[in-house]
Protein backbone atom coordinates (compact mmCIF):
# COMPACT_ATOMS: atom_id res chain seq x y z
CA UNK A 1 0.00 0.00 0.00
CA UNK A 2 1.24 3.65 -0.71
CA UNK A 3 2.71 5.64 2.01
CA UNK A 4 0.93 9.22 2.21
CA UNK A 5 1.77 12.32 3.76
CA UNK A 6 0.08 15.90 4.05
CA UNK A 7 1.36 19.29 4.08
CA UNK A 8 0.25 23.12 3.65
CA UNK A 9 -2.13 23.13 6.63
CA UNK A 10 -2.29 25.97 8.52
CA UNK A 11 -4.04 29.08 10.28
CA UNK A 12 -6.10 31.66 7.97
CA UNK A 13 -8.18 33.61 8.29
CA UNK A 14 -12.09 33.66 7.22
CA UNK A 15 -12.33 34.83 3.05
CA UNK A 16 -8.73 33.16 2.38
CA UNK A 17 -7.33 30.34 0.67
CA UNK A 18 -5.31 27.47 1.93
CA UNK A 19 -3.20 24.84 -0.92
CA UNK A 20 -2.54 21.25 0.76
CA UNK A 21 -0.50 18.79 -0.65
CA UNK A 22 -0.14 14.95 0.15
CA UNK A 23 3.08 13.35 -0.82
CA UNK A 24 3.27 9.29 -1.64
CA UNK A 25 6.07 7.15 -0.98
CA UNK A 26 5.50 4.77 -4.35
CA UNK A 27 3.59 5.00 -7.57
CA UNK A 28 -0.01 6.68 -7.76
CA UNK A 29 -0.78 6.37 -11.07
CA UNK A 30 -3.19 3.13 -10.20
CA UNK A 31 -5.22 4.44 -7.26
CA UNK A 32 -7.98 7.37 -7.25
CA UNK A 33 -7.13 9.57 -4.70
CA UNK A 34 -9.14 11.88 -2.22
CA UNK A 35 -9.43 13.96 0.86
CA UNK A 36 -11.33 13.91 3.67
CA UNK A 37 -11.79 16.19 6.90
CA UNK A 38 -12.55 15.42 10.23
CA UNK A 39 -13.78 18.33 12.97
CA UNK A 40 -13.68 17.77 16.70
CA UNK A 41 -16.51 15.82 17.97
CA UNK A 42 -17.81 15.02 14.29
CA UNK A 43 -17.32 12.13 11.58
CA UNK A 44 -14.69 11.73 9.34
CA UNK A 45 -16.40 13.46 5.96
CA UNK A 46 -15.46 13.73 2.03
CA UNK A 47 -13.89 16.49 0.52
CA UNK A 48 -12.87 15.67 -2.85
CA UNK A 49 -11.77 13.20 -5.16
CA UNK A 50 -9.99 12.37 -8.42
CA UNK A 51 -9.86 9.69 -10.55
CA UNK A 52 -6.49 7.87 -11.29
CA UNK A 53 -6.35 9.13 -14.55
CA UNK A 54 -7.38 12.70 -13.40
CA UNK A 55 -10.05 13.37 -15.65
CA UNK A 56 -12.92 12.71 -13.18
CA UNK A 57 -12.78 14.78 -9.95
CA UNK A 58 -15.81 15.06 -7.15
CA UNK A 59 -16.60 17.37 -4.41
CA UNK A 60 -18.84 17.46 -1.15
CA UNK A 61 -21.55 19.43 -2.06
CA UNK A 62 -21.00 21.68 1.01
CA UNK A 63 -17.41 23.07 -0.06
CA UNK A 64 -18.28 22.36 -4.29
CA UNK A 65 -17.05 25.38 -6.02
CA UNK A 66 -14.46 26.26 -3.38
CA UNK A 67 -12.34 23.79 -4.07
CA UNK A 68 -10.29 22.27 -6.67
CA UNK A 69 -7.85 18.42 -6.26
CA UNK A 70 -5.34 18.04 -8.94
CA UNK A 71 -2.74 15.66 -9.48
CA UNK A 72 0.83 15.14 -10.72
CA UNK A 73 1.33 11.40 -10.81
CA UNK A 74 4.88 12.03 -12.30
CA UNK A 75 5.86 13.61 -8.63
CA UNK A 76 3.45 11.21 -6.68
CA UNK A 77 1.70 13.86 -5.37
CA UNK A 78 -2.30 15.37 -4.98
CA UNK A 79 -3.20 18.81 -4.14
CA UNK A 80 -6.53 20.26 -2.78
CA UNK A 81 -6.63 24.45 -3.43
CA UNK A 82 -9.54 25.40 -1.50
CA UNK A 83 -10.80 29.03 -1.68
CA UNK A 84 -13.06 31.20 0.30
CA UNK A 85 -12.86 29.39 3.66
CA UNK A 86 -14.97 29.33 6.60
CA UNK A 87 -14.63 28.42 10.05
CA UNK A 88 -16.84 25.84 9.29
CA UNK A 89 -13.58 24.37 7.40
CA UNK A 90 -11.38 23.80 10.52
CA UNK A 91 -10.69 20.51 10.87
CA UNK A 92 -8.03 17.93 10.31
CA UNK A 93 -7.66 16.62 6.50
CA UNK A 94 -6.71 13.56 5.56
CA UNK A 95 -5.66 12.45 2.23
CA UNK A 96 -6.35 8.51 0.94
CA UNK A 97 -5.78 6.41 -2.01
CA UNK A 98 -8.52 3.79 -3.28
CA UNK A 99 -8.81 1.39 -5.75
CA UNK A 100 -12.39 2.43 -6.46
CA UNK A 101 -13.55 6.45 -6.07
CA UNK A 102 -11.88 7.45 -2.69
CA UNK A 103 -15.27 9.23 -1.78
CA UNK A 104 -16.35 6.45 0.71
CA UNK A 105 -12.69 5.73 2.17
CA UNK A 106 -9.80 3.92 1.36
CA UNK A 107 -6.86 1.22 1.34
CA UNK A 108 -4.43 3.74 2.74
CA UNK A 109 -4.35 7.64 4.74
CA UNK A 110 -2.26 10.27 5.53
CA UNK A 111 -1.25 11.12 8.97
CA UNK A 112 -3.52 14.77 8.35
CA UNK A 113 -3.02 18.29 8.49
CA UNK A 114 -4.64 20.68 10.30
CA UNK A 115 -7.10 23.79 9.12
CA UNK A 116 -8.36 26.15 10.96
CA UNK A 117 -9.99 28.94 10.03
CA UNK A 118 -10.46 32.25 12.18
CA UNK A 119 -13.80 34.34 11.68
Known amino acids: QVQLVESGGGLVQAGGSLSLSCAAA???????LGWFRQAPGKEREFVAA????????DYADSMKGRLSISRDNAKNTIYLQMNSLKPEDTAVYYC?????????????WGQGTQVTVSS
Open 96 to 108: NADFETATEGGVS
Open 26 to 32: GGISSYA
Open 50 to 57: IAWSGRNT
